[in-house]
């Protein structure tokens, strides 16, 4: 038994060692922890916001100040503003040379593969570090397409600006929920993306997010704009060390996604476990648009996670793909929202989760069809698996119909691995452990194949190591 023991901790150090490398905290500059108008302000002056954004955070920060704590999911009782650092900005300026970022910060992508990534299968990569994005760059060939990809900081005061301006917080306003509104009021870093009409990007744009300071915050906004006809992959990949003190992060995601365009949104969230994690993502879609949401959730210690699409032109279509894995001390509360719009849209919702050593897996679907929405289609579909007895999962679906002329459907199945399944694999000679490993593998492969090969391959290793020794 004591054997058995320690080869459990030897699996668990090895299941986070790459993630859970702490860098020694050398910022330049940091606010604070707490959250007032002063704080603000400070925030707007230390980026040189224009006028029009201090004025939008400071409103913000009103709208939050006056919104209440959701009640309806996870408890954040061990979430307390006046603890979280809202700002850390690292000892660095954006670099667009690999080279020139710091060795510390560049060690610490290097363990986490992304410059191997660049080089191998990325148009671009954005990677930030606690609060500021430190590196950013896009292959010429991609630029030469008049592709846009940039740190939101640039866009705010560089040519772009009035296009920042025209769409930011428009898809997600400050006044849709608390954290939206924190948001607003302290964000910083993030990317973004302008495809013109007709192009496509053929190989994918990836930002990294890395929080490395304790008790602090990370508020990325990621703004993607993509013409009329156009194509956009775009990958987002984050990570953050465990600490014994509360982390969050409430970043926002805003997709524009054209007439006739595509855009496919992959993400794979790996936060350390004591991470609050309050993201919001939206998208507009115009008339026979496309927007494919592929995402894994297994870090944290507690998600509020909703990635919502707008149909709003007719044709417009959406496609989700998600997976969660809650293990011990993780409550990860996931989902996906549609609001059908307009006429003839579809969605189409197709979710897996996993929990284990008392993980909480809840999978929210909210689905509305408008009156002006005639002959559209929704399908969701929600299986969950329960790897013992002292997890739980729950399925909570919303349908609001407005119209007669919908078809819409919601299928979930929650159960357990089959002893049967599991002998009968142990009796072509597999331990028990590799027959459950290998039977979570094929319940999560609906997902794994729509994920980019190297997280697909890390998400498989990390159910094989989540498994081990977890036998009963």
């Not at 954004?53 to 061990?78: H, Q, V």
């Not at 819409?408 to 049967?420: C, F, L, N, P, Y």
Request: charged content about 25%.
């Amino acid at each position: 038994m004591r054997a058995f023991e320690t080869e459990k901790t030897e699996v668990a150090e090895i299941d986070r060692s790459v993630y859970d490398i702490k860098d020694k905290v050398n910022a330049a500059f940091e606010v604070n922890s707490g959250l007032t108008a002063e704080i603000v302000e400070q925030i707007s002056k230390e980026k040189h916001d224009p006028d029009w954004m201090r004025e939008f955070r400071l409103k913000a920060l009103d709208i939050y100040n006056k919104a209440s704590i959701p009640n309806w999911g996870p408890s954040l009782e061990g979430l307390d503003m006046r603890n979280i650092v809202t700002y850390v900005r690292p000892n660095t300026e954006m670099r667009g040379k690999w080279s020139e970022v710091p060795d510390d910060i560049k060690n610490t992508f290097e363990r986490l593969g992304i410059p191997q990534a660049e080089r191998s299968s990325l148009a671009g990569v954005g990677a930030q570090y606690d609060s500021e994005v430190v590196y950013h760059n896009v292959k010429e060939e991609v630029a030469a397409q008049g592709v846009v990809y940039t740190d939101m900081e640039s866009a705010l005061t560089g040519p772009y600006a009035d296009m920042v301006k025209e769409h930011f917080m428009k898809c997600v306003p400050p006044t849709d929920h608390k954290f939206a509104a924190l948001h607003g009021a302290v964000w910083s870093g993030g990317s973004f993306v302008y495809v013109p009409a007709g192009v496509h990007v053929d190989i994918p744009l990836q930002s990294y997010f890395r929080l490395n300071a304790p008790g602090a915050g990370q508020f990325e906004h990621t703004l993607i704009i993509v013409d009329k006809g156009a194509y956009l992959h775009f990958i987002e990949g984050c990570s953050a060390p465990k600490y014994n003190v509360a982390n969050l992060h409430a970043g926002c995601v805003e997709i524009f996604v054209g007439e006739g365009a595509r855009v496919r949104y992959s993400t794979i969230e790996n936060w350390s476990k004591n991470m609050y994690n309050l993201n919001t993502k939206r998208a507009l879609v115009e008339e026979g648009g496309t927007i494919e949401w592929v995402s894994g959730s297994f870090g944290s210690h507690v998600s509020y996670l909703y990635p919502m699409s707008i149909l709003k032109g007719k044709g417009a279509r959406m496609e989700y793909t998600g997976i969660t894995f809650a293990g011990a001390g993780q409550n990860l509360d996931t989902g996906v929202k549609v609001v059908h719009a307009a006429p003839e849209t579809t969605s189409v919702m197709n979710a897996r989760s996993i929990s284990k050593d008392g993980g909480i897996s809840t999978f929210r679907s909210s689905v509305q069809v408008q009156k002006t929405a005639p002959g559209s289609k929704s399908t969701v579909s929600c299986q969950s698996l329960m790897l013992d007895d002292i997890s739980r999962s729950d399925t909570i679906p919303a349908m609001d119909i407005r119209t007669r002329d919908a078809d819409v459907g919601h299928e979930a199945k929650i159960g357990r691995i089959s002893d049967d399944a599991v002998f009968y694999l142990m009796s072509r000679g597999l331990s028990e452990e590799e027959a459950r490993a290998m039977i979570v593998s094929g319940f999560a492969d609906d997902v794994s194949k729509e994920l980019p090969l190297e997280y697909a391959v890390e998400m498989n290793n990390l159910i094989r190591l989540e498994m081990k020794g977890s036998i009963g």
